[in-house]
């Protein structure tokens, strides 16, 4: 995968190494970070893990000057599972929180996108970015239609979120064709707020700076929230369809595809 700034590599993990890598960082952030915990979190360690690790691909970004003997430097982290890998596993990490339906019947090419985080001494810069260009790549190698995937809302009290939640229910809720379903007993109503009462500065305001990434890019929202009490979140499943994407968000997605000149 290219990158631009030489003291980075961008890289799928090719091994237990690689992967220990992701999940160390996984813990600094979902767990130490924000207060996350999981039944299969190994805390003597600090390794963020669950039984879907083994079937997604893990999408690193790796600053060499924090390598040790131990661990690559992984600064960044986005783990990735296609529709095969999802057969093989039986079902897709969001299926816990949402009614997948829609998706899963609509027989197009799926990537599930979760676990995004950056090193806190890197957010701000170009790590996210190089990211985005990693997922990019992985996108037009396999050929994929539709991304998906739960992004957080760090707290569970949905009155904290009332305006952003609102916000994303009244002006981005997925079509029907796209348009999963947030499942009990966690599911939250986002309609909290009438329209009319919202705030655009305030609702964005609320959001994390992933969440606004991926409305820019034409993304839409499933219909309702789930709150995930183990990860001390409040889940949106967030939907970008590459076919739905406006032409000059799509050429991020297509340009390297042209020959060159």
Known sequence: MSISEPQFSLRLARDLRDLQAAQRL??????EELGGTGPLVDHENRFEADEFDPFFDHLLLIDARRDTPEFPGVVGV???LTSEKSAEMGRYYSESEYDLTPLRSSGRRMVELGRSCVHPEYRGGSAMLQLWNGLAEYVLERDIEVMFGVASLHGTDPQAFRQSLSWLHHHHLAPDDLRVTALPPGRLDMNLLPAEALDRRTALSEMPPLIKAYLRLGGFVGEGAFIDRDFNTIDICLIIDTARM??????FYTRKQEPAA
Request: no cysteine.
């Open 26 to 31: 996984r813990y600094e952030v979902f767990v």
């Open 78 to 80: 986005y783990r990735l």
């Open 246 to 251: 406006s032409e000059r968000h799509r050429s």
